[in-house]
């Protein structure tokens, strides 16, 4: 301390009020907190947007939309200005960016989201106007979606739950008229080797998840590197998931030893899949002898807890799990038969197909955007 300075020590009634003015703050944050931690909000039902789902090509955007999608990008590259938290963008808008123009409407925004950096995400949020909410569909009106205001904590134990970011006010009331809204946001899973998981825990290559920077408008993106796009769309069952899938192709950013990696983690996928599928037919076949009926059947395979999630969520599965029965019931009930029909009836090899279908279409488009290339090269050096 320099010489003639002193040390100023604040009195206790100033502590005391000081502590008392933090403490009326904060018990007024939680208030309003508690008081707007459940809100409501429409279903999307924006019909010239959602039509495009019915066809194989996205709509061809207005210049309105443009102007909007392009607000919405430069919105998002500001929210996390300055902010260490590892993101990256999902879906289509990647090929769009990687493009340089839109390859259509893009309806979302959504984001991959380091799990551990949720706490920094929160506060990253807070500062410029948004928060982390749970959506889930109102027990009593189809047309609304329940809103729950959460910490972080919560939000990454939320069990298969819609993960979201919203806009709020200054009393974490949910501002519905800001164009970037009600964010997706899935979180990366990783295993205890620091390893990203796709479906079915399958590891994926670490360095899908290492984002991928792009200056937009004087705003910095993260992007998803293309091969985790790809594997994703290949998933994907949407109309133009395989029109995305072949712009994205076309773009040139994936090499063939990209599909080849994508190639070998589906054969991984398959390998999973089929593994748990027989570990349940098996448990389900010890508890079907010669005399089980049709019904007795069905309710041994819906008392396996993945089969009964399944038809909880798709009320077709019911009508296709009561003819797997019949079937199986017409037979000697083996566990060879419950085997053989219900690959057949769920029709497991063929979706393995046409994956690895999807997945031969994707390197004969690489391999013609390079042959493409080769040849513009070649003409080029011509002139």
Do not use: C
């Not at 003015?21 to 707007?36: D, G, L, N, P, V």
């Not at 059947?297 to 799990?321: C, G, H, T, W």
């Amino acid at each position: 301390m320099r010489e003639g300075i002193e040390k100023y020590t604040p009195s206790e009634e100033e502590v005391s009020r000081t502590e008392e003015i933090m403490t009326a703050e904060q018990k007024a944050a939680s208030e309003t907190r508690e008081r707007f931690k459940f809100q409501e909000r429409p279903q999307f039902l924006d019909e010239s947007v959602t039509e495009q789902d019915k066809g194989d090509v996205r709509r061809t955007p207005t210049s309105e939309e443009r102007e909007s999608m392009d607000n919405n990008i430069n919105r998002l590259g500001k929210i996390f200005e300055g902010s260490d938290v590892r993101w990256q963008l999902d879906g289509a808008l990647n090929i769009s960016l990687m493009k340089g123009d839109y390859i259509g409407v893009h309806k979302d925004v959504d984001l991959s989201i380091e799990a551990d950096d949720l706490e920094k995400l929160d506060d990253q949020l807070g500062r410029n106007g948004y928060g982390l909410f749970l959506s889930t569909e109102h027990p009593t009106d189809e047309t609304k979606r329940q809103m729950e205001r959460v910490g972080a904590q919560q939000f990454r134990e939320a069990p298969k739950t819609h993960l979201m970011i919203a806009a709020i006010d200054e009393q974490e009331k949910i501002k519905d008229n800001e164009t970037l809204n009600y964010i997706d946001v899935h979180l990366v899973k990783r295993d205890n080797e620091g390893n990203p998981l796709g479906h079915g825990e399958i590891k994926l290559p670490t360095k899908w998840y290492e984002p991928q920077p792009k200056e937009y408008q004087e705003t910095e993106i993260s992007l998803s590197h293309p091969a985790k796009i790809a594997y994703f769309k290949i998933h994907g069952t949407r109309p133009f998931d395989a029109t995305d899938l072949r712009m994205l192709a076309e773009i040139g950013n994936l090499s063939t030893e990209d599909v080849d990696e994508i190639g070998q983690v589906f054969e991984q996928e398959f390998s999973q899949r089929r593994q748990t599928a027989e570990a349940i037919l098996d448990r389900v076949s010890a508890n079907i002898t010669p005399e089980t009926s049709a019904d007795g059947i069905y309710n041994v395979f819906a008392n396996e807890p993945m089969i009964a999630e399944r038809l909880q969520r798709d009320e077709s599965a019911k009508e296709v799990l009561k003819e797997l029965a019949k079937r199986i019931s017409e037979t000697d009930k083996s566990s060879e038969q419950v085997k053989q029909l219900s690959f057949q009836i769920f029709n497991i090899e063929k979706s393995f197909d046409d994956q690895r279908n999807k997945v031969a279409d994707l390197r004969r488009w690489v391999e013609d955007g390079i042959k493409l290339k080769e040849l513009r090269r070649s003409l080029d050096l011509e002139k």
